[in-house]
């Protein structure tokens, strides 16, 4: 149910209650799901440009996680479903992280002589991301509510 805001304004987010917060959670095990499938597979991409090499599936992990948090905060208004991401993120990795074919996520894998700490690097960006969202909103909604308070 949506209460108005202020008499003139519009109406306020149902953020508390059992139904919005089921929704909450189901909204972030979707797209905690999603975020997991695609920063474990795409992780190890890189691309060379003029002898440089950019680890473009790193950045794409960031970006992704990034933007699934900033949604979720939006829609929701609520810092659950950010904490849900990053409490399931890992528990969620879990199956892939063995040792495969090509090395492991949890464990650097090598390849040759070469060490590979992105799978180490994924892991940090899928879960240290959603709480540092989460700390930022709230750090922000403190600094307003400074600013509001007579």
Do not use: K, N
């Not at 202020?6 to 917060?21: C, E």
């Not at 003029?50 to 699934?68: M, N």
């Amino acid at each position: 149910m949506t209460t108005p805001a202020r008499p003139d304004g519009p109406p306020a987010i149902d953020r508390t209650s059992l139904g919005a917060r089921v929704v909450q959670v189901a909204m972030a095990v979707v797209l905690t799901i999603i975020s997991v499938l695609l920063m474990v597979t795409t992780h190890r991409v890189s691309v060379d440009v003029a002898g440089l090499t950019l680890p473009v599936g790193l950045l794409f992990a960031a970006v992704l996680q990034v933007v699934i948090c900033v949604f979720l905060w939006a829609a929701s208004g609520a810092r659950l479903p950010l904490l849900v991401v990053g409490m399931l993120w890992g528990l969620l990795a879990t199956p892939f992280l063995g040792r495969g074919a090509g090395g492991g996520v949890l464990f650097p894998a090598q390849i040759g002589d070469q060490v590979q700490y992105s799978g180490l690097v994924v892991q940090a960006l899928g879960i240290l991301i959603p709480f540092i969202v989460a700390a930022v909103v709230s750090i922000g909604a403190r600094r307003r509510a400074r600013r509001t308070r007579p």
